[in-house]
């Protein structure tokens, strides 16, 4: 088992699709490579922003596998794909996505537990699934669908205990939360990473680990810098970075995927806007400008800002 996760920026990463609807491993490549090029710390593979819940187990395997190879050892790569409603089910595909060779399995939060039933619930089918699987490392995702079940910091912190869990993606948007979350957690391997931007310089200056979201897929570079600044005397740069990817994450509310699809291509990654959960024709001419046009911005401050503490 891996006893560590890097800190830093993990994007989540999405997937490409062929004009046939299957899985465009040439252009998954070239993402991979993408990133990497980013310099960011690690890649989340095969979670919502990959369209799991429309994927086949054996698509879910091939894509962690994909990722995990071409990453080569130059970053660390986690997965999830887990969607399946009973515990037979779930332990049949984390055992399958961990044997791919990634560095953690990553739980989604909302299977363990019905949205009626109670954290000793989610604490009983943990065990179960932790003991069925004894040689993964697991992570926790507290995804939105198809309910979103944020871990409270007791329950986090027996999460913490056991020794098996590295990663979570706190999707709280609270940093009352986060900084309870944190405490829950000192000391231990599991670290937290943020999925939302408005929150992330004060989490990072909390003692969050990083990163782990959707605007990664816009401008991940951006992110790597706000990291690589926050321990920074001066703020100022922080600060303006702060402020610009605070705003231009509300993106995320536009045609997501499609959207970052859509960035991706335009920035010459070889991928179609193809995707299973949304019609690509949804994306409005307006969209693109948008997009388009938060690109130019990056662009400008990424000519302004400071190279002192970027990594």
């Avoid at 986690?78 to 037979?88: F, L």
């Avoid at 009983?124 to 669908?145: H, M, Q, T, V």
């Avoid at 299973?276 to 001419?285: I, W």
Wanted: charged content about 20%; some cysteine; aromatic content about 8%.
């Amino acid at each position: 088992m891996k006893q560590s996760i890097a800190d830093g920026i993990w994007p989540t990463m999405v997937t490409p699709f062929t004009a046939a609807g299957e899985v465009d491993y040439a252009a998954l490549e070239a993402m991979v490579e993408w990133y990497i090029a980013q310099e960011v710390h690690g890649l989340f593979a095969v979670c919502q922003s990959s369209e799991m819940f429309r994927l086949s187990l054996p698509e879910r395997v091939g894509l962690a596998r994909f990722v995990k190879e071409k990453a080569a050892g130059r970053v660390q790569v986690i997965a999830s794909g887990h969607i399946a409603d009973s515990i037979e089910e779930q332990i049949a595909e984390l055992g399958a996505i961990g044997a791919t060779g990634v560095d953690a399995v990553v739980l989604v939060s909302n299977r363990l537990a019905a949205e009626h039933e109670d954290e000793e619930k989610w604490k009983a089918n943990a065990r179960l699934l932790l003991d069925a699987l004894p040689e993964l490392s697991f992570g926790i995702y507290e995804c939105p669908y198809p309910y979103k079940r944020l871990l409270s910091p007791e329950l986090l912190r027996w999460c913490a205990e056991t020794g098996r869990f590295l990663f979570l993606k706190d999707t709280s948007c609270d940093i009352g939360q986060i900084e309870a979350k944190l405490a829950a957690v000192a000391g231990s391997p599991l670290k937290l990473f943020n999925a939302n931007t408005t929150t992330l310089l004060d989490s990072l200056r909390l003692g969050a680990a990083g990163f782990s979201g959707v605007m990664a897929n816009f401008h991940p570079d951006l992110y790597v810098r706000l990291v690589g600044l926050r321990g920074e005397e001066d703020q100022t740069a922080a600060e303006l970075l702060q402020s610009f990817l605070s705003v231009g994450s509300l993106i995320e509310l536009q045609y997501y995927p499609v959207n970052a699809k859509y960035h991706l291509q335009s920035i010459g990654l070889p991928l179609t806007t193809a995707c299973r959960t949304r019609d690509e024709a949804g994306l409005q001419p307006n969209h693109r400008i948008e997009v388009n046009n938060l690109e130019r911005l990056a662009a400008t401050l990424r000519s302004i800002l400071p190279l002192a503490g970027a990594q």
